[in-house]
């Protein structure tokens, strides 16, 4: 059942992708063509593009957490007794959970960080 599943789920989000990029494409061929090169980073300084960085990747983070989780649980359900399939789904759920904490963690360590060296914004 899993094999039927993950083909389908893939081209769910290969779908989604190319829709989604054709959107933005749209909207940036939209826009009118000044004829003056902008910088791509909209940031004015490190501390700021870091920020951006890591709120993208948390942004990623909560919608893959979820989603690996639940594929876990598949492997767990689906697996009719066999205990490597058993196992698969566990770690699959463990090393999701573990991924999830350290990226939580690492949010609040740069947000402490920044109130110990009193940074100024």
Do not use: C, W
């Not at 599943?5 to 826009?31: H, N």
């Not at 890591?54 to 689906?78: C, E, M, R, S, T």
């Amino acid at each position: 059942m899993i094999k039927k599943l993950i083909p389908a789920l893939l081209i769910v989000l290969f779908a989604g992708t190319i829709f989604a990029a054709s959107g933005a494409i749209q909207f940036v061929l939209a826009d009118e063509f000044t004829g003056k090169l902008e910088p791509p980073i909209e940031h004015e300084n490190f501390g700021d593009l870091i920020d951006a960085i890591i709120k993208f990747i948390f942004n990623i983070a909560l919608v893959l957490a979820p989603l690996l989780i639940v594929i876990g649980g598949f492997y767990f359900v689906a697996a009719a007794g066999d205990p490597s399939k058993i196992e698969t789904g566990k770690r699959i759920i463990f090393y999701t959970l573990i991924g999830f904490f350290i990226i939580l963690i690492s949010r609040g360590l740069v947000e402490v960080i920044k109130g110990l060296i009193k940074v100024v914004e």
